[in-house]
Structure formats: C-alpha cells, structure tokens
T-cell receptor
Framework: EAQVTQNPRYLITVTGKKLTVTCSQN?????MSWYRQDPGLGLRQIYY???????DKGDVPEGYKVSRKEKRNFPLILESPSPNQTSLYFC???????????FGPGTRLTVT | AQKVTQAQTEISVVEKEDVTLDCVYE???????LFWYKQPPSGELVFLIR??????QNEISGRYSWNFQKSTSSFNFTITASQVVDSAVYFC????????????FGQGTRLTINP
C-alpha cells in the first residue's frame, strides 16, 4: 500500500530537548516536504527536498533542520524546541510539487 | 512572492444547500499549478484536484466543481447539494512550474454542513 508514515504521532516534550520526527515513503518519490499546521495560518512549508542530499528552505524554516540521506526518508529535527513550535506537523511526498502531495497522518507536537 | 488567500474562515450551511469556497492567488509566474485538498475531522489531508495555469476549463466531478478564472486569479470550489460528510477544512494551494519548488497553501476554510 502506497503510504507516508510519520513517527511519533503524538509527542509532548520540554523546551530545549532535541527531538526528531521521522518520515518515510514507499512510493519512490523524489519530492518530500514538511509542513506545520496552525489555526488561522493554514499549512506552511518548513523545508522541502527535491532528491537525496538536495534540501531547501520553505517559508518557515527557523528552528528546524532536515536531512535527506536516503530517498525514502526525510526526518525533521528540532535541535532546541521552543513553545512556539507547538503545532501539527505533516510530512508529504510526491513526484514534484506540481503533482498531488501524499501526506502522512500528522504528528502533534507540544513543547512546554 | 506567491500567496494564496481563502478569505472565508468558516462557512456553515444546511444540508442540500450549494456552497462555494473562494480561493484567490497571487503569483508573477505565467505557469503554475493550483490544488484543492480536504481535511476531514479525522485529520488526514486528501487531494481533490490539480489544475495547471494553461487549462482554464471548469471541472466537474460528481457534486464537486471548480471554476478557474485567470483574469481574476481565482480558483473557486463549489459543492452542490452538500452533505454532512462534506464537513471538513478545505485548503487551496499554489505551486510554481519552475524555480523554487515551494508549495504555498491558503489559510483554509472550515465548512460545516448541518443536518
């Protein structure tokens, strides 16, 4: 079954404690991206990757890091989380940004 | 810079009414793509439609229809004879054909269909 998986689905953490949210897709897609969803702001792109070792900033990259060492995986790293990073995070993959995005189920992150 | 505006934050209608969700976009590109996604109460994001800037034909899929007007930079979505299952947040999005490969979403419209 074609899918995008994210882990964990829910995470409560404290300010400053490094965390990683994993994302994996099984569709051999080249394009992967991370979004955060906040009330009233819609979905905002954090980072995207056109292929292995090719990543670029989206509209809200501050406080986040990503890596793309393998085509299927695109982890999101928060090295020093802060409360303003409390949000719902979605990973997505597709052939390119001009095609349908396949979204993961979301990760709800709370930073206290 | 690219921007997508969904001015309607929330819409509430009674079942069987027709409802239109507005989407206005800004871009300097001549070639681009527009999308609609649905996010039901369960939280997943579901793709509805993709349209490129060269294709201004309106599209109909069952009770759903989309009106793309390049002259007004709008890509509106109409649900005919709405049903309770249509209750969701709907997002409009815009991507570039070339250049920075970002995808920009609107703020979303929360649609509630009351029985």
């Amino acid at each position: 079954e074609a899918q995008v998986t994210q882990n964990p689905r829910y995470l409560i953490t404290v300010t400053g404690k490094k965390l990683t949210v994993t994302c994996s897709q099984n569709m051999n897609h080249e394009y992967m991206s991370w979004y955060r969803q906040d009330p009233g702001l819609g979905l905002r792109q954090i980072y995207y990757s056109m292929n292995v070792e090719v990543t670029d900033k989206g509209d809200v990259p501050e406080g986040y890091k990503v890596s793309r060492k393998e085509k299927r995986n695109f982890p999101l790293i928060l090295e020093s989380p802060s409360p303003n990073q409390t949000s719902l995070y979605f990973c997505a993959s597709s052939l390119s940004p001009n095609y349908e995005q396949y979204f993961g189920p979301g990760t709800r992150l709370t930073v206290t | 810079a690219q921007k997508v505006t969904q001015a309607q934050t929330e819409i509430s209608v009674v079942e069987k009414e027709d409802v239109t969700l507005d989407c206005v976009y800004e871009t300097r590109d001549t070639t681009y793509y527009l999308f609609w996604y649905k996010q039901p109460p369960s939280g997943e994001l579901v793709f509805l439609i993709r349209r490129n800037s060269f294709d201004e034909q309106n599209e109909i899929s069952g009770r759903y229809s989309w009106n793309f007007q390049k002259s007004t930079s709008s890509f509106n979505f109409t649900i005919t004879a709405s049903q309770v299952v249509d209750s969701a947040v709907y997002f409009c999005a815009l991507s570039r054909f070339s250049g920075a490969q970002k995808l920009v979403f609107g703020q979303g419209t929360r649609l509630t269909i009351n029985p």
